[in-house]
């Protein structure tokens, strides 16, 4: 299973960013990010004050202006008296597209505005970005994750990762991934002795290559043997705290190698204590900084260790490589054309599919594939293996994206795929593929062909006995287009609580239409529904039928809001692809918040537009994501104060 | 570690396909808290969670003298140990406003804690110590573990109502207002960590001797580069440490009880345990994955935890809010089942699932009234309370949460009763604590008072 610490819950509403204009006079941003001069600054927000809050307060805060009571989760009582903080942004972009498509003030609102009024508040909204000073955000020292820490223990001892499997799953999250048990910190002594044991063997007989490797030749008859121990823990140090140690950190081991020898341990078992004194340090188990921040700044670039450490672990998850390492002692990764490179070099790399792993499995919300359930009476070839097909199809598709630098429509609009003998089958290809290998195919039904119809999301889109439409409408719209969908209400009867009776000869379809003649369900289903029922041709393992459970014939004909329409998958395809820019943004988006580990904050805005603008400068290439990512600002800064 | 652990009273356990020698359990009953006190066994403290409430006619008693002759078909299953019972009508639990879209997020993480999450940081985790672990704080120091956290379910769901942190779907045990504690869903961890490494019996040494100074070394030695981080790491850091430090008194712990058994053995010094007269109870890991398996399992571990004294607070997640399934009942998700509309059919469903999760605490209790402590029994030293953080999962109500108590709490609880009072989640909380002994220097969430109705003197 994999679970991960890093964050995946953001998303803006859409937005274009409407050309910027201070009093009339149209600025265009030149190349740097910086080009908002604090007079700039200061204007935006005296037209705030001015022109947007008298317009809040007349139009909107009658209805959205409790701090409690958030009326469709929109609430403007505390904005006022700082427009730009994070966590009003997704509200600003809402708020943007209903002034401006007129959706807000409602109709039946006692007071509209003026044409003109309505201009300037909508115009004003894009600049919002502009308020925040520049900031990369903290870089909070984190725990390795458990896939990450077993990786690490991999990589540094040669032992298989599974070692750390008894270690909790973890949940994304801040705040939660810091907190141990004591039984599970325990853990962690508990797994380094197994890793040292499977590593180095019971230790008694002559040193092996292993031994040779991590601790270096025994020392010779004669020698100083805490001299030769310290030349052990600065090679070992230098691998496992991911950084040079620092001399206190030298002196604490060779504390512990005094102890043992005081002990009576022999040479052999006194290094290998050490050794487990690094596996439960905070230096291994975090990712610390090499150097102390300078003290009269707010603001310092990682320093190269720290960069080798957040880049390894982002692609990765696990420690930088040699090469990485070599780099980052000549101080080299500052240089963006080496970062570049590296990061080339490191997608290219198979240990990048723990990307897909950490990030893309999370992003298309297959993570729980393996251990989801279907009714085996009426899915019986839903085996373990076949989801785990599933998965590796995923896996295999987006990887190929990366690695071949297609563009990011490719995921909407791929025409291969890969498939085993028994994924063949639910795609009910016609050429003979025998065998559980995975091999790549090309797809000629435009109805297939990309994430939309990959068995994989449409099963975990899918009750263990049915499709869900909603769940299909509602996956799209949350981690395909970056929407945000509030929860249903209470007190709202799932559709099994239905009247029987008054059911019994309709299709599923017909069935979640009775969604929209309840206005409360209404505004949300008539956007997720349709969609969903454009993906009703496939069932709830991703299977191709023209009938549903019900035996009624699919329908698979749809309209979106906007009056786009669509009567099958492949015409839904393509109107989601047209919302290239909605699929690049949250894209790009929950990409650059699992890289930072953080929620993406106000000031983080400014960054992903410019990301975005980059981006289609190189045709939405996937690898031109990635490299502007590692080169963005908050990837290479960290906030100190 | 030496031989001398090897102890003749140690025990072996039986489960399917596994022998179970357990070093630790060389003596078992409770240890003194303190030298020259007469020996009188500890309060223990449990909790055990359902969540999305019940159907209420099925649950409260019809009045207080039917409680003990005919009580309510939801609490059946505790017949046996009815005059041991306490049920308590008319605690409400904490209001939720701003979050009422999050009744499942909050039903769970504000009950032990009476407290709602800090909205102005709802993504991060910021509520309030929870009851169980200010328990801990002031009892844990006396056996190995300061406290033990059970689930059968992984903790990590991912919706996150109102914008709150998904961890409050599935965390009641906070160990600060920042640190949720997360527990343990492996029965097997918990056996082997808690009572020996299950394949190689009483031989394997489960600390090297020297791993506690080589802890207090590296704990020392993050002094330097603490001094070196911005606060918040800090704070990262410190949280590590800190459970760090846990394990070296744990582990130390563990070493001074096998050093006292091993000296009452040769006949030097005094034992300063009180033995118990039962044997320690059986532990069968299930092998498949029946539900009321698994859930008896960790009933289990939490008794012997009890009885051999590793441990005086436990927290057990029955389940949490998303997703648990009870295939043994022919019945789906249970939060689905919760909006019943009032329809009897699928009431009839909730109540089984709820009298299917009471008789898994009847179990415990039964089991924990089975052996002998002192001038008693277990169950009379302990408060075990079960419970949901909801009353109606229909509406999400919370006006009357559910729960019961079965224990003495050492002679501090009025058992045998059904009453009706009027107070809150918090209320309730500060009561058991008193009952455990435990001073409080501010009330818990938002406790105006103590229930004096469910106390003794």
């Known amino acids: 299973m994999i679970f991960l610490n890093r964050i995946l819950t953001t998303s803006f509403l859409v937005a274009a960013v409407i050309g910027l204009s201070f009093g009339g006079a149209s600025i265009v941003l030149a190349g740097d990010e910086d080009a908002v001069t604090p007079g700039q600054r200061a204007a935006i927000l005296k037209t705030f004050r001015d022109e947007v809050t008298p317009f809040l307060k007349a139009y909107c805060t009658e209805c959205h202006g409790d701090k409690n009571q958030k009326k469709g989760d929109v609430s403007f009582a505390s904005v006022f008296g700082r427009p730009g903080a994070g966590e009003f942004r997704r509200q600003w972009q809402s708020t943007l597209v209903n002034v401006k498509d007129h959706s807000m003030p409602p109709e039946d609102a006692a007071k509209q505005p003026a044409d003109e009024e309505r201009r300037k508040f909508v115009e004003w909204i894009p600049k919002v970005k502009y308020l925040n000073p520049k900031d990369p955000g903290a870089f909070v020292i984190r725990r390795l994750n458990k896939t990450e820490y077993g990786n690490t223990l991999r990589d540094l001892l040669g032992v298989d990762p599974s070692v750390a499997r008894e270690l909790p799953d973890e949940v994304p999250g801040e705040g939660y991934l810091n907190t141990l048990s004591p039984l599970q910190t325990e853990q962690y002594l508990l797994i380094a002795n197994e890793a040292l044991n499977r590593a180095l063997g019971p230790g008694d007989g002559p040193a092996t290559d292993r031994w040779k490797q991590l601790f270096g030749a025994p020392p010779a008859s004669g020698a100083d043997p805490r001299a030769a121990a310290k030349n052990a823990a600065r090679s070992l140090t230098r691998s496992a705290y991911r950084r040079p140690a620092t001399d206190e950190e030298i002196e604490v081991l060779l504390s512990v190698f005094d102890l043992a020898r005081e002990n009576k341990l022999d040479h052999p078992a006194s290094l290998r204590l050490m050794l487990k004194a690094i596996l439960v340090s905070p230096q291994f188990l975090f990712i610390t900084p090499a150097k102390e921040p300078p003290a009269n700044q707010s603001i310092a670039p990682l320093d190269d260790y720290q960069l080798a450490s957040r880049l390894s672990y982002f692609l990765w998850s696990t420690m930088p490589d040699a090469e990485l390492s070599a780099l980052a002692d000549r101080g080299k990764l500052n240089d963006p054309a080496i970062l570049r490179a590296q990061v080339k070099r490191m997608l290219l790399d198979k240990r990048s599919q723990a990307l897909f792993d950490g990030f893309g499995a999370q992003w298309l919300g297959i993570s729980g594939l393996r251990e989801k359930r279907f009714d085996p009476a009426k899915f019986p070839e839903m085996t373990p293996a076949l989801r785990t097909a599933m998965y590796d199809e995923a896996r295999l598709f987006f990887d190929s994206i990366i690695r071949e630098n297609r563009g990011i429509l490719d995921f909407i609009n791929g025409d291969h795929t890969f498939v085993n003998e028994s994924l063949a089958k639910i795609y009910g290809l016609q050429e003979k593929i025998s065998g559980p290998q995975m091999r790549r195919v090309r797809i000629k039904d435009a109805n297939r062909g990309g994430i939309l119809s990959m068995p994989a999301t449409l099963a975990m889109t899918s009750f263990p006995e049915r499709t869900s439409p909603v769940k299909r409408g509602a996956w799209v719209l949350e981690q395909l287009l970056g929407e945000h969908i509030p929860p249903a209400p209470p007190n709202v009867p799932a559709l099994e609580k239905q009247d029987k009776n008054k059911i019994a000869n309709l299709t599923l379809r017909q069935r979640t239409e009775l969604h929209r003649t309840n206005s409360v369900c209404a505004n949300c289903h008539k956007i997720m529904d349709p969609i969903g029922f454009g993906l009703e041709n496939f069932d709830a393992i991703g299977r191709w039928r023209v009938k549903d459970e019900s035996g009624g014939d699919i329908d698979a004909r749809g309209e979106l809001p906007g009056g786009k329409k669509f009567s099958s998958p492949k015409e839904l395809k393509a109107i989601i692809a047209g919302r290239k820019d909605d699929l690049a943004r949250n894209l790009a988006e929950k990409l650059l918040a699992y890289a930072l580990c953080r929620q993406l904050e106000g000031y983080d805005q400014i960054v992903v537009d410019r990301l975005l603008e980059n981006l289609g400068k190189d045709d939405d290439r996937m690898q031109t994501l990635i490299t502007e990512v590692v080169t963005s600002y908050p990837f290479t800064h960290r906030r100190i104060k | ?457």
């Open chain 2, 1 to 457: 570690m030496t031989k001398n652990t090897v102890l003749d009273r140690r025990a072996c356990l039986k489960g399917i396909g596994v022998t179970l020698a357990l070093p630790l359990l060389d003596s078992i009953g409770w240890a003194e808290n303190s030298g020259g006190k007469p020996a009188r066994p500890p309060v223990r403290l449990g909790f055990m969670y359902m969540p999305h409430g019940v159907i209420m006619d099925q649950f409260w008693p019809a009045g207080p003298e039917k409680f003990l002759t005919e009580p309510p078909p939801a609490i059946e299953a505790l017949r046996p140990v009815l005059n041991q019972c306490l049920m308590v009508k008319g605690i409400s639990g904490v209001p939720i406003k701003p979050f009422n879209g999050a009744p499942h997020a909050l039903e769970l993480s504000t009950w032990l804690t009476a407290t709602l999450p800090n909205a102005d940081h709802r993504n991060k985790i910021d509520i309030a110590i929870s009851a169980d672990q200010i328990a801990a704080n002031h009892v844990g120091g006396f056996t190995s573990l300061p406290s033990l956290e059970l689930a059968t379910m992984p903790q990590t769901h991912k919706e996150n109502q109102e914008g709150l942190n998904e961890g409050y779907y599935s965390h009641c045990s906070f160990r600060s207002p920042t640190q949720a504690v997360p527990a343990e869903i492996n029965p097997r961890n918990v056996l082997n960590r808690l009572f020996g490494k299950a394949d190689k019996p009483g031989t394997a040494p489960r600390h090297d001797p020297l791993d506690r100074g080589m802890l207090d070394l590296v704990i020392g030695g993050a002094r330097d580069l603490r001094k070196k981080l911005p606060q918040d790491d800090r704070h990262k850091l410190d949280e590590y440490l800190d459970s760090v430090r846990a394990v070296e008194r744990r582990i130390a712990s563990i070493e001074n009880r096998q050093k006292d058994a091993a000296l009452e053995k040769a006949g030097v010094g005094p034992s300063r345990r009180n033995a118990s007269d039962s044997a320690p109870i059986e532990i069968k890991i299930p092998v498949g994955d029946k539900r009321s398996e698994y859930m008896r399992v960790m009933c289990d571990l939490n008794v012997l935890a009890f009885q051999t004294d590793t441990t005086r607070v436990s927290t057990y997640i029955g389940s949490t809010p998303n997703g648990v399934t009870y295939p043994e009942l022919g019945l789906g998700e249970h939060h689905s089942f919760t909006h019943h509309q009032n329809k009897a059919e699928t009431k009839a469903k909730v109540a089984a699932i709820t009298a299917f999760n009471i008789s898994q605490f009847a179990h415990m209790v039964i089991r924990m009234a089975k052996i002998k402590e002192g001038d008693g029994t277990l169950l009379d030293n302990c408060i075990m309370m079960w419970g949901s953080g909801l009353e109606d999962g229909n509406d999400h109500t919370r006006d009357n949460l559910p729960f019961i108590i079965a224990g003495g709490g050492g002679g501090s609880l009025k058992t045998g009763r059904f009453i009706t009072t009027k107070g809150n989640q918090g209320d309730l909380l500060t009561t058991l604590l008193a009952c455990m002994g435990v001073p409080l220097d501010r009330p818990i969430g938002i406790a105006t008072k103590t229930i004096k109705e469910m106390m003794n003197g």
